[in-house]
């Protein structure tokens, strides 16, 4: 590029304004605007986007408060950028600035090509003596991809009034389906092959319509925001496929974008809506991918390293490690605080997504003086106008001091609840004493959320996730088997609480195989009647394995690839499990309660619902019961009476209506013994009518392969077979 033009570019450039952050396309021209307390100067660097030459060096304005700016005419949607900050390079205070490395716009919306990695990228001479304490003097220009200038009002056209309208589930009704949204649909018959793995294919009919007709409500993406793998990943010919390790809080994941445009990602978006389905995205706001002291400087490190990151106390050039990823993004800081918030209300305003599930999320929530419920990240969301109404899902555990908070984040958030999936794994494989803890995890987890103000819904419920044994491999396998991780398998998890029952792995014995297929359906039918919101991890529908991983973080293949093809008839049989369940589900308001139903007496409730806990005899559990180790089988009975419930008519001067709440009573049977559990049915206290059940319908069983009952209908009193390790659902006509 010529002199001349270079020259025009310095002509061309004015004062900018202070707000929005990033690059804001503006009629002649873009606005660049950003956040450095420290540095003493930052220079916008343009790229010509043939070569990725650089063709300018533009000084910015500044600092206003703490942000540099510049207004440059000319310039539009599409033009490569980057930034040059100078300032002190003094590590053991904490100040990494080198203005010989390019460092990326944390608010970027794009970028010009996939990230690859080279020694130029970091800040310190690699095979130096000292370290990171000296300063590398190589341009890392060439080595960077470029930030892309992108008009946000090309993503959100054609106008807000023609999108389709949020679904706006209510959270009692909320099924979460977690999946990740390139393995969904790299494998998938129905999408072109030029599609797979993309946004775009995340969004095909076939796709949206099949999670949809399975009953989910909601779909959860694992991490989409742009991420790298890690160096040492790499040379073990592996990448991080999880994607919790982000690099721009921004942009989508490049390589998941088959037009290369952001607006596909806002298109994925409508089509589930269009369906009625809700899009939230796995968030990673506690740590970045510079890594540690010995990582590269490729953004906020470079910018700022003592604004962006939490450092130690004692010395500086250390990084805090709540995160066990290297470092931990310092959210107490208000910029970067801000920052975390107009990253939120982009994706929630301007890419259309329903809610956010925040990894680590105590990292968010910790001040100074350790976890607080009220800490200013937490009041931040909870005021904010524009993201009202947004589902927020708390991961509610890190590895820093007071790292373990299930049931303490504020109302408003609902938490993953390990204690649920250890406990419902614990039970049905058969362990001894767990019957009292496995009937308040499935109760939703009252000890945890009530006190709070919160209802079930709080308590996300889950047996699998992407960390760890997929369902199928929690009953096919005693031990984890990383050994394709490269890390002699000593990373993942150990507690798994799986089982095999009698081989490790696969087999063709069909006693085996018919004991596994019944445990699948015991912990999915358990997952999908209790109370809380059931999240499912895609594929365990149909029996997906990964052979025995359950650290799959780095395997970009087959393994955790959704295989469609190789769905075979026990894996039909499954699917059709799961939506029959999920029918029930929607079928029965008592399953689905906004507010935690009690025993009688406990609780004085306009909502005439109780619960009731009975033994195999009929009679209700008593302490003796709940207190002795050997018993593995109870009744949970869920009561509504009937009642007169007030609906107001839109019509002020029109009568009030009254309506009859329908009586509803549901009586569910647990058998996780080796050995045929006869219950007898108790007999119903008589509700506001003073009328019992007559007959109870038997809706479920997970004997059966279909889960349907071959006995539909029990006569009040009488008895009902349970077999070994099995479920029944019943409900009450009178």
């Not at 203005?99 to 970028?111: E, G, I, N, R, T």
């Not at 929630?348 to 990894?359: A, H, I, L, Q, T």
């Not at 015991?522 to 052979?547: C, H, I, V």
Request: charged share 25%.
């Amino acid at each position: 590029m010529s002199d001349t033009f270079k020259n025009k570019l310095y002509a061309n450039s004015r004062p900018g304004i202070a707000y929005p952050l990033g690059a804001t396309v503006f009629e002649g021209g873009v606005n660049f605007a950003l956040f450095s307390a420290n540095a003493t100067s930052v220079q916008l660097c343009l790229f010509d986007r043939a070569t990725e030459e650089e063709i300018a060096r533009i000084e910015m304005h500044g600092p206003d408060e703490q942000v540099w700016h510049v207004f440059v005419e000319g310039v539009s949607d599409g033009a490569y950028y980057g930034y040059r900050v100078d300032g002190p390079f003094k590590p053991a205070e904490g100040q990494r600035f080198n203005s010989a490395k390019l460092v990326l716009d944390p608010y970027a919306k794009k970028q010009s090509r996939q990230f690859s990695w080279a020694n130029s990228l970091y800040g310190h001479e690699l095979d130096h003596k000292d370290l990171d304490l000296s300063a590398s003097v190589v341009d890392s220009a060439p080595s960077l991809p470029k930030c892309v200038v992108v008009d946000e009002r090309d993503i959100v056209s054609p106008g807000v009034g023609e999108r389709p309208p949020r679904p706006h589930v209510n959270w009692a009704d909320t099924v979460v389906y977690e999946t990740h949204l390139k393995g969904y649909t790299q494998m998938h018959e129905d999408v072109p092959v030029e599609l797979q793995g993309t946004a775009k294919g995340m969004g095909h009919e076939s796709v949206v319509n099949y999670i949809r007709d399975l009953g989910i409500t909601s779909v959860e993406l694992l991490p989409v925001h742009g991420f790298v793998s890690e160096y040492f990943l790499i040379g073990n010919g592996l990448t991080n496929y999880w994607g919790y390790n982000t690099l721009n809080f921004f942009m989508p994941h490049q390589a998941y974008l088959a037009t290369g445009e952001a607006s596909e990602f806002r298109d994925m978006v409508d089509a589930y809506h269009r369906a009625g389905l809700e899009i939230i995205l796995d968030v990673v706001y506690n740590h970045t991918a510079e890594g540690n002291e010995l990582g590269p400087t490729m953004s906020f490190r470079g910018i700022d390293n003592l604004s962006y990151y939490s450092l130690q106390a004692h010395d500086k050039r250390y990084y805090v490690n709540d995160t066990g990823c290297g470092n931990t993004l310092n959210i107490r800081h208000p910029r970067v605080n801000q920052m975390v918030m107009d990253s939120l209300r982009y994706w929630y305003c301007v890419m259309g997504v329903d809610g956010f599930r925040f990894d680590l999320a105590i990292v968010l929530g910790r001040e100074s003086y350790g976890f607080d419920a009220g800490c200013g990240f937490f009041d931040s969301l909870r005021q904010d106008p524009q993201l009202a109404g947004c589902k927020l899902i708390a991961e509610p555990w890190d590895i820093g001091p007071g790292g373990y908070q299930v049931g303490n984040f504020p109302s408003g958030w609902s938490e993953w609840n390990d204690r649920y999936r250890d406990t419902c794994r614990q039970y049905w494989k058969g362990d001894k004493g767990v019957l009292p803890e496995f009937a308040r995890r499935i109760h939703g987890s009252a000890d945890f959320f009530e006190l709070s103000g919160r209802g079930p819904a709080a308590s996300v419920n889950f047996i699998t996730s992407h960390d760890g044994f997929t369902l199928h491999d929690i009953v096919t396998y005693n031990q984890k088997h990383n050994e394709r991780n490269k890390e002699n398998n000593r990373d993942g998890h150990d507690g798994n609480y799986s089982y095999n029952y009698g081989v490790e792995g696969e087999t063709n014995d069909r006693q085996l195989l018919a004991i596994r297929s019944r445990q699948k359906r015991n912990m999915l039918a358990t997952l999908l009647l209790s109370q809380g919101t059931p999240m499912l991890l895609a594929g365990d529908e149909f029996g997906r394995t990964q052979d025995g991983n359950n650290n799959a973080y780095c395997q970009d293949n087959e393994l955790n690839w959704i295989n469609w093809d190789k769905i075979d008839e026990a894996g039909r049989a499954l699917q059709n499990f799961v939506r029959y369940v999920l029918s029930l589900r929607r079928q029965y308001p008592l399953l689905t309660s906004h507010r935690y139903i009690h025993r009688p007496g406990e609780v004085e409730d306009e909502i005439k619902s109780v619960v009731r806990w009975v033994s195999a005899t009929g009679a209700e559990m008593q302490e003796k019961d709940w207190n002795n180790p050997e018993f593995k089988a109870v009744g949970w009975i869920l009561e509504q009476y009937p009642v007169f419930c007030k609906i107001m008519p839109e019509d002020e001067e029109s009568d009030s209506l009254f309506v009859e709440q329908a009586k509803c009573r549901i009586l569910i049977l647990f058998n996780a013994e080796d050995a045929d559990k006869i219950f007898t049915i108790p007999i119903g206290t008589p509700d506001a009518d003073g009328i019992e059940a007559s007959y109870w319908n038997c809706v479920l069983d997970t004997y059966e392969s279909d889960g349907i009952p071959k006995t539909l209908i029990q006569k009040k009193g009488g008895k009902v077979l349970l077999r070994p390790r099995s479920l029944q659902m019943l409900v009450a006509k009178f």
